[in-house]
Each structure stands twice: as structure tokens, then as C-alpha cells.
């Protein structure tokens, strides 16, 4: 009925799927996914003892109250998601940057550490916001650090939107790198301009008189094991955003042929009308 | 790289000159836009005069999306980007001369919506060189950041929205230095105020300028 309408048929061998990809995925070796579990575990423990220090062991504070154990996660946080992930995303954007240097495991170690650093930037401005509430009334004060937070994470949101764009992993990889580069140029601007947009017409902000009270016994040490335990959590997240990053590339260059073929194998039909043989070739 | 740079910014500002697309569209578009912030602020005279100076550099920082989309735009057709690639012009000259066309009309439009907020606003400068200085250092920093990101997005078919998202938060020193530059002006007085947010404009330029000589040849193969 619609046969003249059809192409020519290709070959029968033609229009079978691709043979199954010979290529392994990379999966990790069995020690890299071991010491994976073993961060992992760590870092579960470490931050569980911190919950129980900074819920049950630690006293109130004289004048905080109880807010005073938000403490213990904030700061960490806040050290995870500005310093360690997007430092570590600018050095490796540069290092990919970099001819001698280049390789994508800079990119996806890049990409994984944007990622982990988008979602703790927000857990900052979350637990933050939270702890601005009773103390100042307010959720959100145009302090420095807040505002260059919030840009931060809108410079970094567009990292990720850039890389979402489907392209070559080589062409993707070097985009979202100058994307990084360019940020990661400007965030010391922002500090400045930020700092000075706040101080400039008026003396020193909320948040620099009361967030650093004398701090000792078992407090200093469960918001240093804070620190501990939520940079152990970034870097167990990073490790498997990377295994996974690695595994989305390994699987991108397939996908699309085999539903180009698969199509193709539809379009296929033999003329009697039954369906073509089950197995055509994949498993 | 100067002659490059003369020869494509030359082509860029004749072909506006031209097609007067800027001046029919990106300009109307900056009036537009300062009408409809008097809207929004209502009809009280000295609020809008207060707020004149971050108005006039958010009208500045939207027009120059549009501009640099322009600029990006006239390219895009015919592969005209792979022939300026293949015509053998430094790359360095190439971002150089989009970067000056770029600037050159956004000067031109600053000075229609400077008018625009002077007569509309009814805000009073008392140190006019401080914006005229602040005015060309913050449109060679947009300018330069604004012609990166538009070779960066130059061949995506989602440019027009990707663009603003990623230039825009990098744009951010620029709008606050230039408003507080502004405020000082019109404060009259205060010129050690506005002569650190020079400062951090002249540091914001350097820097993307520099880094736009040494990278552009890379991004035009990444586009």
C-alpha cells in the first residue's frame, strides 16, 4: 500500500542493530570501588558522631541557644562548597585548559565537583537562611557573603546549563572549561566589589559581630570534626559522580546509533505483516 | 593583531552602519526600557532620581545582550565565522575588533540613555568626567566579557538564551561599580569613592581583555 512510498530496502544485514559494543565499560577496579566504600563508610560515621556531639553532647550556647548547633554543619558547608569544589573545579578546568595536561578526567573531575559544590552552595544559603531567621529577623540581609554566595551559585548554575548542551565530550569539555575559567576569573571581583558595596557606606554587618564567639571544649572539637565529616561526604560524592560521569561518556557515543538502528529495524517490516525475527543481533 | 583588529571592527561597524540595527532596535530598546522602570517606580520624582544610576546600568547591561547578540548574529550566517577563521586574521585581532565595535556603539548608547536619565529622571550630576570615565572603562569590560561568552555560545542553537544566563552574574562588578561611580557623582564630593570602583573597573577590564587576547583562538574552536 504505501510501498512506493518506502526507500529502497537496504540489505538485510543492514538494517539489524549494530553488534553489541565489544568495548567494556570503564568500571571502576575492585580496589577503587573498595577504597570508594571505605570514604564513604567513613564519612557516614564521622558525620553521625557530629550529629550526636552537636545535638546531644554540646551544650547550649549562653546567648544562641540552641541555634548555636547550626554552627557545627554551616560553616563546614560553606567551606566544602566555596573553597574545595570550586576551587578544585577552576584547577581542573585549567588543567584540561592546559595542552600538556589535557584529559577528561580533568573535565568530568570538574563537572563532578561543580555538581557536588552546586548542591552544598545550596544547603549554605539554606542553613544560613535558616540561621538568619531568629537571630536577625530576617531570612535574607544584602550582607558581602551572602550576596557573593548567591552569585556564586548562579555563575556555577550556568556552568551546568552550558554543560548540558549535547555536544562531542572534547568540544563539551573545553566549552564548559573556558565557561569555569571565566567564572572562576571573576568570583575574586565579585568578593571585592561585594565587600566593598557593603562597607563602603556603612561599618561592619551583622554577621561579622556574632558568628565567631569564643569556641572551646567539646564544641571547637565537633565543628572541626564537622569540618572533617562534610569534606569526606563532598569527596564520596565526588568519586561516584566521577564513576558515573565516566560511565554517561562510555554509553553517549552508542546511544544514538542504536536508536537510529532500531528505527530503522521498525521501518523494516517484512511484507507479510509478521514481526521480524526477535533476536536481530542484541541481546 | 592591530590591523586585524582595525579591519573587523571596521566590517562590524560598517555593517551597522548599514543595517542601523543598533540604532533602530538595540537603542529604542534601552528608551524602552528606562520608561518602563519609571513605571515601575512610579511617578515620585526623587525615588527615580535616587535609583537612576543602577536603572541607567541595568539598561546598559540588558542593551548589551542585544548588541553582542548582534554581533554574534551577523556571523552566523553563510559560515562567514569559519571564513574569518580561515582567512588567516589573529584571533587576538579578532576579539579585539568585535570587542570595539561592540564598545564603540555602546558608548554611543550610553550617552542617549545618560541623556535619557539626566531629562527623565530628573537626577543632577555634579562631577560630570567621573561618569564619563566610569562609562567607557565599564563598556570595555562588557564589551570584552560580552564578546567571550558570545564566541562561546556563538555556534549553540540555544544561544539567545544561554547567553544572558551566563553573562549577565559575570557582568555583576561592573553594574555595582558603575552605580556607586554614578551615586558619587551626583553626590558630588565624595571623588575617593568613586575613584576605587575606577580602580576595580580598570582591574575588571584588564583582566578579561587579557584573558580574551590569550583565549580567543582556543574558544573559536571549542564553538
Known sequence: MSAPLRPAPAPPVAVGLPPPRRDRPPLPSRRARAAERTVGAVALAATAVTVWLGLWVTPPDQVQGNLVRLVYLHPGVAWVALYLAFGLAAVASLLYLWPRTRSLVWDRLAAAAVEVGVVFNVCTLVSGSIWGRPTWG????????????????????GYLAMRRIPAEPEVRAKRSAFVALFAAVDIPIVHFSVLWWRTLHQGATVLNANLSPKIHGSMAWTLLL??????????????????????????GGGELELALAERRAEGALPEDGSTPAEPLGVG | MWRDAALVAGKDLRIEARSRVALSQVAPFGAVALVLFAFALGPDRTLMAKGAPGLFWVAVL????????????????????????????????????????????????EALLAAGVLLLYGARVEVPWLIAVSCVLGTVGLAATGTLYGALSAGLR???????????????PVLLAGTRIWQAAMAGGTPSDGTVWLRLLVVFDAVYVALGVVVYGPIQEAA
Open chain 1, 138 to 157: 530576617v531570612w535574607w540581609v544584602w550582607d558581602a557573603r551572602l550576596t557573593s554566595t548567591a552569585v556564586l551559585l548562579v555563575l556555577f548554575l
Open chain 1, 226 to 251: 564537622g569540618f572533617l565529616a562534610l569534606t569526606l561526604v563532598f569527596v564520596w560524592m565526588l568519586l561516584v559522580r566521577y564513576r558515573i560521569g565516566a560511565l554517561e561518556d562510555w554509553l
Open chain 2, 62 to 109: 540588558f542593551s548589551t545582550v542585544l548588541a553582542v547578540q548582534r554581533s554574534v548574529a551577523v556571523e552566523s550566517a553563510d559560515g562567514a565565522r569559519d571564513g574569518l577563521r580561515l582567512s588567516g586574521i589573529d584571533p587576538a585581532g579578532l576579539f579585539l575588533g568585535k570587542g570595539a565595535a561592540v564598545a564603540l556603539q555602546l558608548v554611543v548608547l
Open chain 2, 158 to 172: 540555544v544561544r539567545e538564551t544561554l547567553l544572558p544566563f551566563l553573562f549577565l552574574p559575570i557582568a555583576a
